[in-house]
Each structure stands twice: as structure tokens, then as C-alpha cells.
């Protein structure tokens, strides 16, 4: 499938399609998938909540920034609603409880709805926790669980409104550069293009290698979640997304079950874990 573009995307996970449907009013746009399907691996296995408390600083900003598209995408975007009602609830223990009143005085001062009560309190939001284990508890009822699969396709229905190209099954297996721009060959044929934006995630530093440039550092780590049954006669449809402030676990309802996951970061290969 040659092409020729002002923009090739590689990577078509919600970085690459995000930044490719973005581009969108600047110049052609070529989206470069190596799977059979858009948002095959971190993308489609992500918790998918939009809380403006987790993570750097930065991350929670970019989240707040962020919530104006997602509660309000443009007209035609999406055929459901990309939110839904979940809350978010931060534990801490007795020597975090200075970290929670900073991220709360944080949030609030970015507007952010939150509540700080004592951890005793937080079982009104999910009956299952020990509190006896944790000294205060920060509640943000405006935490939404993301429809990946209806967000994923807004960008793609987009990207193809306005003319742009979403090749998949593109592996790429080189780049190099010549007075015409980029040129990257895949499995799905040949493409050129003036600028290329790396949104390989995992991948990202093998594309850097083929194309000359040096280390980057953005490292594939493997992250283990599993799925069970509640227990009988839990309120398991109001319970928020819950953290630790040390972040040693998560746990949120998933299609009926309990997700957790204990935040483990293992560095390992790009693959499909």
C-alpha cells in the first residue's frame, strides 16, 4: 500500500492515532500499524480511566488539559459518550498523609473536585477496604473510565474523514532519508514522507535505531493485571478506581470482575505480552 504523505505515523496506538488526527489541518497524514488491528497492545490493555491524581505532575496536568475533548469531543467524533461516571479513591498510609494533603491542595487549586476524610470514611465508596490499614483517604468523584474502543475509533473515523491513510499490518524494516524526506519500507510496501513522528511505544527505540538516530529513552516495561470475582453481595458497580499512595496496588471493576494489578514494572523486550 505505497503513499506518499506530509506526516507518517508510526505506531498506531492512542499516541499515534491522537497526534496523527491532530495533524490532520497541517498536511497528509499516513498512520503505520505493524498489528492487524489499532491499539493492540498497551493501548487496549490499559486500566482507560481519566484521573487528574495519578502519576508525575506533569501526566495529571496533561490530564486536566485533557478533559474538555473527552467530555465534550467535537461534533460527530464519537457515536457514545468516551466517559463514564467511576470516582477515584488514593489511600495513605500514616507517614503519607502530608504527600496526600499536597496532591490534594494541588488539585484543588487546578479546580479539580476532591474530598480528603480519614480512612475510616472511605468505606462508604468501597465496603471491601481495611482501613485499618491506611490513615486518610482522597475521593475524586469527577474520575471517568474512558471507552478506549469508541475513542480509538473517533480518531480513526477522523483520520479517514479527512483523507488521511491507516495502514495496518506495517511492520517497518527501514528508514532512511534522501532528498525526498523519509522513506520507510514495511510489509504493507513503501512510504515517503517529510517528517516522521515516532509513537512506536515499546518499539520506539528499534524505529529510532533504523532511522540513525541515537538512544531514546523510552523503555518497554511488562505490567501484570488479572481479573476475579467479587465477593458475593458486593457493591461491585459503585466501587471507584482504588490506589494506594505508594502505588503497590489498583483495583477498579472490570466487566463484572475485579481488575488489580499490583503496579509491577519488569523491563523487558518489546512483545506482545
Not at 498536511?27 to 480511566?49: D, F, M, P
Not at 459518550?81 to 502530608?98: C, V, Y
Not at 462508604?124 to 482501613?131: A, D, G, S
Not at 466501587?239 to 496496588?249: G, I, K, N, R
Request: proline share 5%.
Amino acid at each position: 500500500m505505497p503513499g506518499i504523505a506530509d506526516f507518517i505515523v508510526i505506531g498506531g496506538g492512542i499516541a499515534g492515532v491522537s497526534v496523527a488526527y491532530e495533524l490532520l489541518p497541517h498536511g497528509s497524514v499516513i498512520v503505520l500499524e505493524q498489528e492487524s488491528a489499532l491499539g493492540y497492545h498497551a493501548t487496549g490493555r490499559s486500566a482507560a480511566v481519566m484521573t487528574e491524581n495519578y502519576g508525575t505532575p506533569i501526566w495529571s496536568r496533561l490530564v486536566s488539559a485533557s478533559r474538555g475533548f473527552l467530555e465534550n469531543p467535537p461534533e460527530g467524533f464519537a457515536t457514545a459518550p468516551l466517559l463514564t461516571d467511576r470516582g477515584a479513591l488514593f489511600l495513605a498510609q500514616a507517614h503519607e498523609t502530608g504527600l496526600l494533603q499536597a496532591q490534594y491542595d494541588a488539585l484543588v487549586a487546578r479546580g479539580a473536585r476532591v474530598e480528603l476524610v480519614p480512612a475510616a470514611d472511605a468505606l462508604r465508596w468501597c465496603e471491601v477496604l481495611r482501613p485499618e490499614t491506611f490513615a486518610a483517604a482522597m475521593h475524586e468523584p469527577d474520575c471517568k473510565d474512558i471507552d478506549t474502543n469508541e475513542l480509538m475509533m473517533g480518531y480513526r473515523r477522523g483520520i479517514r474523514a479527512a483523507g488521511g491513510v491507516i495502514a495496518t499490518g506495517a511492520r517497518v524494516t527501514a528508514i532512511r532519508r534522501d532528498a525526498g524526506g523519509w522513506q520507510v519500507d514495511t510489509t504493507a510496501g513503501a512510504f515517503q514522507g517529510g517528517t516522521i513522528v515516532n509513537a512506536a511505544g515499546g518499539w520506539a527505540q528499534q524505529v529510532a535505531g533504523m532511522a540513525g538516530l541515537g538512544h531514546r529513552n523510552v523503555l518497554p516495561f511488562r505490567r501484570t493485571a488479572v481479573t476475579f470475582d467479587a465477593a458475593a453481595g458486593s457493591n461491585l458497580h459503585r466501587w471507584p478506581m482504588t490506589f494506594d499512595l505508594a502505588e503497590t496496588f489498583y483495583f477498579k471493576p472490570e466487566a463484572g470482575r475485579v481488575m488489580v494489578s499490583p503496579v509491577d514494572m519488569a523491563q523487558t523486550v518489546p512483545c506482545d505480552a
